[in-house]
């Protein structure tokens, strides 16, 4: 998809809550099949304040969200709204920018939206969060 031929408008918070519910609800059914293999090996005893478990259900979490914002300017719940992750150019963002959006939103970056047009992660990391209008 030629993202500079498209025209964009901003999304409101609560469609952008409603989006990040709609792949919370996704990511709660992979975390549950990935986390299966663990819990049985381990007897459910290795995942309470296991921190090698903790970092490994981060690892899945960014893995989603890397691959789909890297490589389809878009997560499945974005989609479903046909909303994208583009840069200041309009274009897919890099890895980088994912990786800062990350890591931001760690710390509660949705709470700008409340405020402002964009998330801190969006102000930060230098992207945006738009609905296609065709």
Request: charged share 15%.
């Amino acid at each position: 998809m030629k993202y500079m031929e498209t025209k964009y408008e901003n999304i409101g918070f609560i469609k952008n809550m409603i989006i990040c519910l709609y792949d919370l609800m996704l990511l709660f059914s992979i975390l549950f099949f990935m986390s299966l293999p663990w819990i049985t090996f381990s007897d459910g005893e290795a995942v309470k304040g296991n921190i090698l478990y903790q970092l490994y259900l981060l690892l899945i979490i960014s893995s989603y969200y890397l691959w789909f914002w890297v490589k389809h300017g878009q997560t499945l719940g974005m989609k479903s709204w046909k909303v994208y992750i583009l840069n200041e150019r309009n274009q897919k963002i890099t890895l980088k920018q994912g990786l800062i959006r990350i890591l931001v939103s760690l710390l509660g970056g949705h709470l700008l939206l409340i405020f402002y047009k964009k998330s801190l992660q969006d102000v930060i990391s230098k992207t945006c969060i738009l609905k296609s209008n065709s």
